[in-house]
């Protein structure tokens, strides 16, 4: 299963809603998991079952969407919210990762 | 609290071996998995596969098979992954990670990372 986030990167203001995509090449039911990465950081698990927010996550971040697209949103950024996100099938093997979404500060 | 603690950094020639080991604590290591995710510099994640802990299955990625074997020693907590064959675009930092039922078996705690640099 292949998974195309967009944008590649995005540039966004502190106070800013923004919102990325991650496409299936086939369905996968709730199957998604949302993680953000900070350089020379591992990743940081945001969400799963696609709207599931993990344990500690601020409310500003939310996830939707069911069978082949998904979204991530931030509601409001933050300083510490520019990082690069991916999201991950759990629908199959291999546990596939979409290719991130640099968010940067405009 | 969850822990997972990986073995440092390592250079290595072209056509050799490494084997990275995750050292678990602060859950039950036995009931669980570890799965292994590599980054290239500057490029994104990518999935190298998992164990579980219980019966030591594996499941790899097919970019990997063949050259990688997970295995786990559930008398330490500690899980390695060897790679073989090492070319220079192997070079990467390699993590492992904890799947957890609850979070519907993605990461939810990982590594800190180990760089593997492939080098002549």
Do not use: H
């Not at chain 1, 927010?53 to 509601?75: A, E, H, K, N």
């Not at chain 2, 220079?88 to 799947?99: E, G, I, L, N």
Request: net charge positive; hydrophobic share 30%; with cysteine.
């Amino acid at each position: 299963i292949q998974l195309t986030q967009s944008p590649s990167s995005l540039s966004a203001s502190v106070g800013d809603r923004v919102t990325i995509t991650c496409r299936a090449s086939q369905g996968i039911s709730s199957y998604l998991a949302w993680y953000q990465q900070k350089p020379g950081k591992a990743p940081k698990l945001l969400i799963y079952a696609a709207s599931t927010l993990q344990s500690g996550v601020p409310s500003r971040f939310s996830g939707s969407g069911s069978g082949t697209d998904f979204t991530l949103t931030i509601s409001s950024l933050q300083p510490e919210d520019f990082a690069t996100y991916y999201c991950q099938q759990l629908y199959n093997y291999p546990r596939t990762f979409g290719q991130g979404t640099k968010l940067e500060i405009k | 609290q969850v822990q997972l603690v990986q073995s440092g950094a390592e250079v290595k020639r072209p056509g050799a071996s490494v084997k990275v080991s995750c050292k678990a604590s602060g859950y039950s290591f036995n009931t669980q998995g570890i799965g292994w995710v590599r980054q290239a510099p500057g490029q994104g994640l990518e999935w190298m596969g998992w164990i579980t802990a219980y019966n030591g299955n594996t499941d790899y990625a097919q970019n990997f098979q063949g050259r990688v074997t997970m295995t786990i020693d559930t008398s330490t907590d500690t899980a390695y992954m060897e790679l073989r064959s090492l070319r220079s675009d192997d070079t990467a930092v390699y993590y492992c990670a904890r799947p957890f039922a609850i979070t519907w078996w993605s990461f939810d705690y990982w590594g800190q990372g180990t760089l593997v640099t492939v080098s002549s």
